[in-house]
Nanobody, 128 residues
Framework: LRSSCRRWGGLVQAGDSLRLSCVVSGRTFTIYGMGWFRQAPGKEREFVASIRWSGGSTYYADSVKGRFTISRDNAKNTLYLQMDSLKPEDTALYYC?????????????????????WGKGTQVTVSS
């Protein structure tokens, strides 16, 4: 059974904040880790942040470290990405993803190949 993600994004100005949400439905007990990835126009999809569904340890890409915060609410089966101090280079299509594989290190959830479930992307546009 495939988990689905719903998300909310938007158009903001540089320096603004935005929070993305991803609601996980279906067999959530099969999910061990989740992450956010993004794809800017003309570029490949890249890792943004990951979190272990149980325990909550996190890992971030250097480009967003200190500005973005990934979190989850297990009771609501919801994944979040709080994005602060947004920059125009953060403009991209953002995807939430989930993994049904248990990895010892949260870092292992930074690879796209570790993810089994993908939500449809949501556009985030940051104007200068």
């Amino acid at each position: 059974l495939r988990s689905s993600c719903r998300r909310w994004g938007g158009l903001v100005q540089a320096g603004d904040s935005l929070r993305l949400s991803c609601v996980v439905s279906g067999r959530t007990f099969t999910i061990y880790g989740m992450g956010w990835f993004r794809q800017a126009p003309g570029k490949e999809r890249e890792f943004v942040a990951s979190i272990r569904w149980s325990g909550g340890s996190t890992y971030y890409a250097d480009s967003v470290k200190g500005r973005f915060t990934i979190s989850r609410d297990n009771a609501k089966n919801t994944l979040y990405l709080q994005m602060d101090s947004l920059k125009p280079e953060d403009t991209a299509l953002y995807y939430c993803a989930g993994s049904r594989t248990y990895y010892f290190a949260t870092y292992d959830y930074t690879d796209e190949s570790s993810m089994n479930y993908w939500g449809k992307g949501t556009q985030v546009t940051v104007s200068s």
